[in-house]
């Protein structure tokens, strides 16, 4: 599956939890929301996945994506130290450019 060069990183970046380079894929008003929360800008959503990182050491492998203009979908499978992994999960993304402008995780 050919994934675009942002997507590509965003799951390198995930893989090797960077989270800088996780964020900087962001715009810098981006928004994400996951688990009923949202954050907002690139700080707090660097701040987010550097939580989650340190406390799961999440890993991703991309299972399917799809796009229509600014908008995509990433499936991937999530593995890492939660209960009940790994799991599949769906990045509902809308894009800015090269940049995501918001990201909504689901399950």
Not at 5 to 31: C, H, M, P, R, V
Not at 59 to 86: C, H, I, N, W
Request: aromatic share 8%; proline share 5%; net charge negative.
């Amino acid at each position: 599956m050919k994934l675009p060069d942002n997507i590509e990183g965003l799951i390198k970046a995930q893989n090797e939890l960077d989270s800088t380079a996780f964020a900087a894929y962001f715009t810098n008003l981006a928004t994400v929301a996951d688990e009923g929360s949202s954050y907002s800008g690139r700080d707090e959503i660097k701040q987010w996945i550097q939580q989650a990182s340190e406390k799961y050491q999440m890993k991703l492998r991309p299972m399917d994506f799809s796009q229509t203009g600014s908008t995509a979908e990433l499936t991937v499978e999530v593995s890492g130290t939660f209960p009940g992994s790994p799991i599949e999960m769906h990045y509902h993304l809308a894009l800015d450019g090269p940049l995501i402008r918001s990201l909504r995780i689901t399950g």
